[in-house]
């Protein structure tokens, strides 16, 4: 089966300094990617980088298809339209509205057999979300913002989600739920890189694993393979 997204080399500039280059990264229906790799690696800069987005004025070179079509020319809110959805480090919710209405916009017709979640859908993954349906967005803890951050993009009918550290800060056992939630979405068949930090508990989850490096992937592999790679272990696993 095809992929669902298909980046092909991809180079990404910050003036004259190239950050990233990847040569080849497919994501296939209903699969969860692991990016991992350490500070500086050009891990946000890759999901940056595929979402469109133009924060930190980058020159990106190379194509990224979705479903087959090519949409290296479209800026992110028409990729947000075709169903690419990056999730920033939980900062795309409102502090001012609750989370109730921060889950209120959703997208009418997404075609292509696409279907948004409910706000229903979403309090039954997130349940911490439900208990906090009346609070504001600047009353949640980081870990409910995540999952608010989450819960928007579902709310677009996204094929393919690109998290950026969603554990970034949380309690580790906040870290398991929240990448659990993660890894329950492919149930829905859908495509995720999941960029993390913390390699132990992303390996869990993810389906393959790229560690990046100085803005080249180094390793990749499957998440059974990876565990066992002594290289990812020294570095990321601590003694087993
Ligand atoms: P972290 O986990 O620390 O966020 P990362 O793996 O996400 O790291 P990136 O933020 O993608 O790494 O950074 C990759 C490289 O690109 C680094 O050398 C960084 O200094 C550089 N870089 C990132 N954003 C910019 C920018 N806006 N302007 C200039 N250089 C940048």
Redesign the pocket.
């Known amino acids: 089966m095809s992929a669902l997204l298909e980046v092909r080399d991809l180079k990404?500039r910050?003036?004259g300094?190239l950050?990233?280059s990847v040569g080849a990264l497919s994501l296939g229906h209903g699969e969860i990617i692991g990016v991992v790799?350490?500070?500086?690696?050009?891990?946000?800069?890759?999901v940056?980088a595929v979402a469109g987005w133009s924060?930190?004025?980058?020159r990106v070179e190379g194509s990224v298809q979705l479903g087959g079509r090519d949409i290296s020319a479209l800026p992110t809110h028409r990729r947000v339209r075709e169903g690419l959805l990056l999730v920033p480090e939980g900062k795309l919710i409102f502090g001012t509205m609750t989370v109730e209405e921060n889950l209120a916009e959703g997208i009418d017709d997404p075609g292509e057999g696409r279907k948004p979640y409910s706000v229903e859908e979403i309090y039954a993954l997130f349940p911490r979300l439900a208990e906090r349906r009346g609070h504001l967005g600047s009353q949640l803890s980081g870990g409910e913002r995540q999952m608010l951050g989450i819960g928007r993009a579902l709310r677009l009918a996204p094929r393919a989600l690109l998290l950026?550290?969603p554990s970034i800060g949380l309690a580790p056992k906040l870290v398991r739920t929240v990448l659990q939630s993660v890894s329950d979405l492919r149930a829905h068949g859908l495509s995720v890189l999941l960029?993390e930090?913390n390699v132990k508990a992303a390996i869990e989850v993810v389906d393959r694993v790229l560690l990046?490096e100085?803005?080249q992937v180094v390793l990749e592999g499957t998440a059974a393979e990876m565990r066992n790679n002594p290289r990812i272990a020294e570095a990321y696993l601590g003694a087993q």
Do not use: C, F, I
Not at 37 to 45: E, F, L, P, R, V
Not at 55 to 58: C, F, I, V
């Open positions: 990404v910050y003036g300094n950050a990233l790799g350490g500070n500086g690696a050009g891990k946000s800069t890759l940056n924060r930190g004025a980058p950026d550290e960029v930090q990046l100085r803005g």
